[in-house]
Nanobody, 117 residues
């Protein structure tokens, strides 16, 4: 069973870059069967898709975030990472990594990120 787990800093200051890493167990991120995605949920709001990366390093992002977002892979450690630059308090959310096939069929537990000075 594939497992995903996010790791991140918890607290980020405004204007800094948020970096999160998702470690995937029991399933190679090199597979062509799935994309590897990031989703977030601000407090009191719904889920917001951020973007994904494929096994050929093709990336796709939400238009509202693409100017500040990058996603990369580390195949040696079976990890993929999110980098969100120039963060503001509006970026405060629970951030999830997930596996995307025909559906989002596997999720991490989520990590709380608070943007505050």
């Amino acid at each position: 069973q594939v497992l995903l787990q996010e790791s991140g800093p918890g607290l980020v200051k405004p204007s800094q870059t948020l970096s999160l890493t998702c470690t995937v167990s029991n399933g190679p991120i090199t597979t062509n069967a799935y994309y590897w995605a990031w989703i977030r949920q601000p407090p009191g709001k719904g889920l917001e898709w951020i973007g994904y990366i494929t096994n050929t390093d093709i990336t796709y992002f939400s238009p509202s975030l693409e100017s500040r977002t990058s996603i990369s892979r580390d195949t040696s450690n079976n990890q993929f990472s999110l980098h969100l630059s120039s963060v503001t308090p509006e970026d405060t959310a629970v951030y999830y990594c997930a596996r995307l096939g025909n559906q989002f069929d596997a999720w991490g537990q989520g990590t709380q990120i608070t943007v505050s000075s």
